[in-house]
């Protein structure tokens, strides 16, 4: 087991949102589509895939039920990145709170950062949410998670509302 102190900074992106950007496509071979129902296995496997290198340790805790309660809840949408059918990323967003939108994950598999793959993602999520008309998109990174992760959301428009320290329990470490 292995602590880590954090520093986790809280942005939110609120009207006048920026314009949306025209679609460039996808590199050949790499989809980003909604998952309408993943599964409890896959969802935990592209979650450790992407996360485990940040530490990313809420779900790895939670129960296959509690899970499921999660993913599969209606105001929750699982966006994938695939290259040739392989996971390679997902995008995660909660409307529970709607007209607040948070977008609670965003990640790659090690191999598929670098390409500009995060950032298309991110723009395609963003462009989505903007068509249901939010007050108000959030999104938290922590000093844990990759360094090019805070600018990029900053570069998208969100802003730091607030930081706290926190330790990450990583019981897997």
């Not at 409890?40 to 290198?53: E, F, K, N, P, S």
Request: one cysteine or more; charged letters at 20%.
């Amino acid at each position: 087991m292995a602590k880590y102190k954090t520093t986790v900074t809280h942005l939110e992106m609120v009207p006048p949102f920026m314009p949306l950007t025209p679609d460039m496509g996808w590199p050949e071979g790499i989809s980003f589509t909604r998952e309408m129902d993943i599964s409890i296995a896959a969802y935990r496997a592209l979650y450790d895939d992407v996360g485990r290198q940040w530490h990313w340790v809420n779900r790895r805790l939670l129960t296959d039920r509690q899970l499921s309660a999660i993913i599969h809840h209606p105001t929750t949408e699982i966006f994938t990145l695939k290259n040739n059918d392989r996971p390679i990323g997902f995008v995660e967003l909660n409307f529970k709170l709607f007209p607040q939108v948070e977008i609670v994950f965003v990640g790659l598999v090690a191999a598929a950062i670098g390409q500009g793959l995060g950032s298309l993602m991110l723009q395609r999520v963003i462009d989505y949410v903007y068509t249901r008309a939010p007050s108000r998109i959030i999104i938290q990174t922590c000093t844990l998670d990759h360094p090019s992760a805070l600018p990029l959301y900053q570069r998208y428009g969100f802003t730091p509302v607030g930081r706290k320290q926190v330790t990450i329990i990583d019981e897997e470490r």
